[in-house]
């Protein structure tokens, strides 16, 4: 589950994480306004959505009074941020910032541990800095052994002076730093991310955005997660909450190739072979066991939505699912989706795989390609993907 910026701090806040003065959350103009008078002085509205990118989207502004607070919350409330519409915003206390870092904390599932990344250079896009300077962004994998009674003190000085956090604001980040690690853990967290992180201009350090994912499948540890729960802010995206209500396991990735599969493994392994091929997956998609024409019309109409994908890689082996009735629910599928433009590149294997096959071939499809291989499926959805673009 993943948690609005107003609700990561208010977790932050009760674990002991500093974070500005509390704001106000508002759903209507008049009610920013009134939050912009009350809080007083220079406030900054921020759109409440599930996704990142907010400031270039126009989903961040400073006021500098209750009526510019009117008048920039006009422009957010209602915002469209990449198919998030803003129906919440956050009126905050505008910090004064003096220097900005960034800070997370999150599981490292290939070491069966932790990973603490940390960098001087905060306030901006993480990745881009890892990509274009990557000696700036510190990532450091701790074991469960390591922090059995939490993250010590030395050890996370240690992680902030290889981050070559300024010395003046490192103590002070320290102590964040080993309390956000104990809020991550206390509450399940699958990722407790602060960015910026800031130092103000009196030397305190805080928090002054939260992005928080909570793991669902420890929620019975956690009567509270219901609290997260609210109105407007229920789909963590559009096409997942879907998914959700038809019980698809869906999960929206980054690319321009669609990915179905049968099989959790497999389809995690489609995810590798598109990308040793140069591409990147749009989804992640398990039609489960049996890829009936009901389960591949509804899974293929998920990924079909998704404006980013550009083709589709259906990556089916039979095994107690048999090939021909994969094959016919392909058909179905595409009957009933009608027109659309992207390629489905179709790898068919396993039991009956053969027939499948002969099936696909006889409907003669305009959109659909069969490859024979796991490898030259991948290959071809990911050069489709490309020349679509």
Same mark, same amino acid.
């Given at each position: 589950?993943?948690?609005?910026?107003?609700?990561?701090?208010?977790?932050?806040?009760?674990?002991?994480?500093?974070?500005?003065?509390?704001?106000?959350?508002?759903?209507?103009?008049?009610?920013?306004?009134?939050?912009?008078?009350?809080?007083?002085?220079?406030?900054?509205?921020?759109?409440?959505?599930?996704?990142?990118?907010?400031?270039?989207?126009?989903?961040?502004?400073?006021?500098?009074?209750?009526?510019?607070?009117?008048?920039?919350?006009?422009?957010?409330?209602?915002?469209?941020?990449?198919?998030?519409?803003?129906?919440?915003?956050?009126?905050?206390?505008?910090?004064?910032?003096?220097?900005?870092?960034?800070?997370?904390?999150?599981?490292?599932?290939?070491?069966?541990?932790?990973?603490?990344?940390?960098?001087?250079?905060?306030?901006?896009?993480?990745?881009?800095?890892?990509?274009?300077?990557?000696?700036?962004?510190?990532?450091?994998?701790?074991?469960?052994?390591?922090?059995?009674?939490?993250?010590?003190? *030395?050890?996370?000085?240690?992680?902030?002076? $290889? =981050? !070559?956090?300024?010395? /003046?604001?490192?103590?002070? #980040?320290?102590?964040?730093?080993?309390?956000?690690?104990?809020?991550?853990?206390?509450?399940?967290?699958?990722?407790?991310?602060?960015?910026?992180?800031?130092?103000?201009?009196?030397?305190?350090?805080?928090?002054?955005?939260?992005?928080?994912?909570?793991?669902?499948?420890?929620?019975?540890?956690?009567?509270?997660?219901?609290?997260?729960?609210?109105?407007?802010?229920?789909?963590?995206?559009?096409?997942?909450?879907?998914?959700?209500?038809?019980?698809?396991?869906?999960?929206?990735?980054?690319?321009?190739?669609?990915?179905?599969?049968?099989?959790?493994?497999?389809?995690?392994?489609?995810? *590798?072979?598109?990308?040793?091929?140069?591409? $990147? =997956? !749009?989804?992640?998609? /398990?039609?489960?066991?049996? #890829?009936?024409?009901?389960?591949?019309?509804?899974?293929?109409?998920?990924?079909?939505?998704?404006?980013?994908?550009?083709?589709?890689?259906?990556?089916?082996?039979?095994?107690?699912?048999?090939?021909?009735?994969?094959?016919?629910?392909?058909?179905?599928?595409?009957?009933?989706?009608?027109?659309?433009?992207?390629?489905?590149?179709?790898?068919?294997?396993?039991?009956?795989?053969?027939?499948?096959?002969?099936?696909?071939?006889?409907?003669?499809?305009?959109?659909?390609?069969?490859?024979?291989?796991?490898?030259?499926?991948?290959?071809?959805?990911?050069?489709?993907?490309?020349?679509?673009?």
């Amino acid at each position: 589950m993943d948690l609005v910026e107003y609700q990561g701090k208010q977790l932050f806040r009760r674990n002991g994480v500093p974070v500005p003065a509390e704001g106000r959350v508002c759903r209507t103009i008049d009610e920013v306004e009134t939050a912009a008078r009350e809080l007083g002085g220079t406030v900054v509205v921020k759109a409440q959505v599930k996704t990142g990118g907010r400031g270039k989207a126009g989903g961040v502004k400073l006021a500098n009074d209750a009526d510019e607070a009117r008048s920039v919350s006009e422009d957010i409330l209602g915002l469209d941020i990449k198919g998030h519409t803003v129906n919440v915003v956050y009126v905050e206390p505008a910090s004064d910032i003096a220097e900005e870092y960034y800070l997370s904390v999150m599981h490292d599932r290939v070491n069966k541990g932790y990973l603490v990344i940390c960098s001087a250079k905060g306030g901006v896009d993480i990745e881009e800095v890892n990509r274009t300077d990557p000696d700036a962004v510190v990532k450091v994998s701790l074991t469960p052994n390591d922090t059995t009674d939490g993250l010590q003190r *030395d050890r996370a000085l240690d992680i902030l002076t $290889q =981050a !070559a956090i300024p010395e /003046d604001g490192r103590e002070a #980040a320290a102590d964040l730093l080993v309390t956000l690690f104990d809020a991550f853990r206390a509450e399940d967290a699958t990722l407790c991310e602060v960015n910026p992180l800031i130092k103000t201009p009196d030397g305190r350090v805080i928090a002054l955005d939260a992005k928080v994912s909570l793991d669902n499948n420890a929620a019975f540890r956690h009567g509270d997660y219901d609290e997260w729960k609210v109105a407007g802010l229920e789909a963590d995206d559009p096409l997942e909450a879907e998914a959700k209500e038809k019980d698809i396991q869906y999960v929206k990735l980054d690319g321009q190739v669609g990915v179905l599969g049968n099989g959790a493994g497999l389809v995690m392994a489609t995810l *590798d072979v598109v990308a040793q091929h140069g591409g $990147q =997956a !749009a989804n992640f998609l /398990d039609v489960g066991g049996g #890829a009936s024409a009901d389960a591949m019309a509804a899974s293929l109409g998920l990924v079909l939505k998704d404006p980013s994908v550009k083709s589709v890689f259906v990556n089916i082996f039979g095994g107690i699912t048999r090939g021909e009735e994969v094959a016919n629910g392909i058909v179905e599928a595409t009957r009933r989706l009608g027109d659309f433009p992207q390629k489905l590149v179709i790898r068919l294997d396993g039991t009956n795989a053969e027939q499948g096959r002969r099936i696909l071939e006889e409907a003669d499809l305009p959109n659909v390609i069969s490859a024979p291989t796991m490898d030259e499926a991948a290959e071809l959805a990911v050069a489709l993907a490309k020349e679509a673009s």
